[in-house]
């Protein structure tokens, strides 16, 4: 099963404007695409290689002749399913049209048969010259999306139109194209985050390490994309998140007992929190003396997932281990255990992942397959869930 196509270019002409797409950068990986920037050497004078390479974590090829035995001319262009050029100067929408091949990004362009979207941005007399206008007509006609410029102040007093266009407006348009913008409209997904809280006394708890951003991430990713969003974070500090609701707990059970409230009206549930397996039988209404506090004894909480089994209907459950050991198998386990229809799995040993901005793992599906999931942040693992789980739930 493919997920659907991340793989994007982003081509930086040589413009005043290229600054501004290290934003778009963000916001693109934001929506989960993987980014591989190709600049054109003029825009090195305004921003500079290691800047590209800090903000996608790839390696950045400017010439043509870089890593020559990569061919990267041939093997970006293989790799990528989008590209898009931002911003595009009028020399560059220039070279696209006549089908030129004088630096990497347009050979990048000739040697792909992907999607192509153009942001132009320019003085106005440039962007409205009858060359530029019949250069974009030709683009145009060979399919390329091509935004018009924002009318605005440019460089120094002059204003009209060739302002190059807000980031928003950019990803609006990309999502028109790629077809994800939306996806999720007239589905429920609930979303579990954080790690919950045992108490021991009013002073001291059964925890871990979970900070809740791999779910915070996932619920912004499903409101992005059209869902009905309910988040239901145990002990992370957000009190709002655009399009979601939001439901505070502390422990299992008041989680357990918050998911018995929705699960039946929901499509997705995406449990990432970290639930305690079990608590204290019983808890100190004043907090225990360091003399007093030699042991506690345990009862086991209850089975979140196995209790919610017992109701499921047409729900698509994603589920989460945190392994420090024989991760696939114990992925496996669970997944067969708790009735899944997949699981995320990653390695923990030494805290790694709690708390952190990228994850790696494995994403096993109930029919077998693994995903590996190689070092990327957990927005873009955010985005390739989903995909997963809307491939499931059909």
Known sequence: MKATKREVILGIGGGIAAYKSADLLRRLQDNGYLVTVVPTPSSLNFVGAATWQALSGRPVTTQVWEKVEDVRHISLAKQADYFIIAPATADLIARLAAGRADDLLTNLVLASDVPKMIVPAMHPSMWLDAATVANVSTLRARGFIVMEPEVGRLTGSDSGQGRFPETAAIIKSFLSMTGRHQDLIGTTVIVTAGGTREAIDPVRFIGNRSSGKQGIAVAKAAASRGADVHLIAANVDIDTLPGVSITHVE??????????????????????????????KTRALEKIKKAMFTSIELEENPDILATLNATKDRQIVVGFAAETSELLASAQNKLVKKALDMIYVNDVSGGAIFGHDETAGTIVLRNGDLIPVPHQSKDTLADLLLDYALKQLG
Not at 254 to 271: G, N, Y
Request: hydrophobic share 55%; aromatic share 4%.
């Open 251 to 280: 422990n299992a059970q008041q989680m357990l007992e918050a998911l018995l409230e929705s699960f039946k009206d929901c499509d997705i549930l995406v449990m990432s929190a970290a639930v305690a397996d079990a608590r204290p």
